[in-house]
């Protein structure tokens, strides 16, 4: 079993940065793939960026050259810094992560992944 858990959201205001952060525990030594998910109300929950055991990330064309993910070596800790934010980035943000490297790829969906945290929530306002 892994545990994730966020922090780092809060309030900002268009063209502010915000930094997430999500910390793993457990069987960490099996992720091969770690994630960022969203989900604004009324909207169905999408991909942000995730990043694989090997390094090689994958971007939202929405979020592409405003965020950045990175981790740790040992998979311990997730980032998300999040540059240029507009309203439309506001949502509930998820880590996310799971055994097979290939979820952080192709469609990118949710439904893969098996270990979830509780999620931090972002407000941009305009």
């Known amino acids: 079993h892994i545990e994730l858990v966020e922090s780092g959201g809060g309030s900002v205001q268009a063209g502010g940065s915000l930094r997430l952060s999500c910390v793993a525990s457990?069987?960490?030594?099996?992720?091969?793939?770690m994630a960022w998910f969203r989900q604004a109300p009324g909207k169905a929950r999408e991909g942000v960026a995730g990043?694989?055991?090997?390094?090689?990330?994958n971007y939202a064309d929405a979020v592409e050259g405003r965020f950045t993910i990175s981790k740790d070596s040992a998979n311990e800790s997730l980032y998300l810094q999040m540059n240029s934010l507009i309203p439309e980035d506001t949502a509930e943000y998820y880590c996310?992560?799971?055994?097979?490297?290939?979820?952080?790829?192709?469609?990118?969906?949710?439904?893969?992944?098996?270990?979830w945290g509780r999620g931090t929530q972002v407000d941009v306002s305009s």
């Open positions: 990043i694989d055991s090997a390094g090689r990330t």
């Open positions: 457990g069987y960490i030594g099996s992720i091969g793939c």
């Open positions: 996310a992560a799971d055994t097979d490297a290939r979820f952080c790829f192709g469609d990118f969906s949710w439904q893969g992944f098996r270990y």
